[in-house]
């Protein structure tokens, strides 16, 4: 049993994307149907969508859609996390009807697509404030360089839930570096963050990978925030660029494979659903 807490959805049709032009080999429509059918037969039973940052006039749109893709006969979807501006005065509102939505579980605003500084604005942190004893969790999704932007959100907010994305991004390619070592056990320390096993089959070179090559990236990861901070993602479609969801799947019950079914259970979909209330 699995439970995915990061997947994305593109609907070009239904959804304007401004960064896909860039995006390579992602510059193409990811339908739900592709992913659940490949999904059902890795095991993975539940679902959190992910933002897969719209343009901004669209962000609520992109909840809805999503959705409608969670009430279909079987699907697998149990909540999103959706995109939000804290930059922004208009946050304060759109907290107000998300905390009035169970459907949405988090906000997430992707920090390596815009300046360094914009997480330091004051208006960004007080929004960010708002979070503090809510339902909702928040996404933190940095390059290696900018942890220490991604620590001090959690220092200054520790009634606020983080989630670290994809194991905090390490060059996986480029061997283990002492910046992202370093960084994750620094804001492993910090209680408030959680951290997600996902990406890491995206960062590596997508001809060479072994389950050896991302063992030490994720076990070090594993033993700085222990069992019971970890969460699992498939970061579909974007691990499709190092060998797709079941070469995923497959490696991480490889990965895993000598722990304990306790252990293996939290990080699988224990945790998640405690994390969610799901």
């Not at 697998?76 to 804290?86: E, F, K, Q, Y």
């Not at 997480?119 to 960004?124: D, I, P, Q, Y």
């Not at 809510?134 to 390059?143: E, N, W």
């Not at 070469?247 to 259970?265: F, I, K, N, Y």
Request: charged fraction near 25%.
């Amino acid at each position: 049993m699995l439970f995915d807490t990061h997947l994305h959805i593109v609907d070009r049709t239904a959804l304007n994307y401004p960064w896909l032009g860039g995006a390579g080999a992602l510059n193409r429509d990811s339908l739900y149907e592709d992913y659940a059918r490949e999904a059902k037969r890795s095991g993975i039973t539940d679902v959190l969508h992910m933002e897969v940052d719209v343009v901004a006039d669209a962000i609520e749109a992109e909840t809805a859609y999503v959705r409608r893709l969670s009430e279909r006969p079987e699907s697998l979807i149990r909540g999103a996390i959706v995109s939000c501006r804290p930059e922004a005065d208009g946050f304060a509102a759109y907290l107000d009807r998300v905390l009035a939505d169970p459907f949405v579980k988090g906000f997430r605003r992707v920090l390596h697509v815009v300046p360094d500084d914009l997480s330091e604005g004051a208006l960004f942190r007080d929004n960010l404030k708002r979070l503090s004893g809510t339902r909702l969790t928040f996404d933190l999704c940095v390059l290696p360089h900018q942890i220490e932007k991604a620590i001090a959100l959690a220092d200054l907010n520790p009634d606020v839930r983080f989630i670290l994305d994809h194991c905090g991004v390490p060059a996986v390619k480029d061997g283990m570096s002492d910046l992202w070592k370093n960084g994750i056990t620094e804001i492993a320390r910090r209680p408030n963050v959680t951290v997600k096993i996902s990406g890491v089959v995206a960062y590596a070179d997508p001809d060479s990978w072994t389950v050896d090559t991302l063992r030490p990236f994720v076990e070090h990861v594993i033993a700085r925030f222990g069992w019971d901070r970890v969460v699992w993602g498939s970061d579909w479609p974007v691990c499709t660029l190092g060998g797709g969801l079941t070469h995923w799947v497959a490696a991480t019950h490889a990965l895993v494979a000598g722990c304990s079914p306790d252990e293996r259970e939290r990080l699988f979909h224990r945790n998640a659903r405690g994390l969610w209330a799901l």
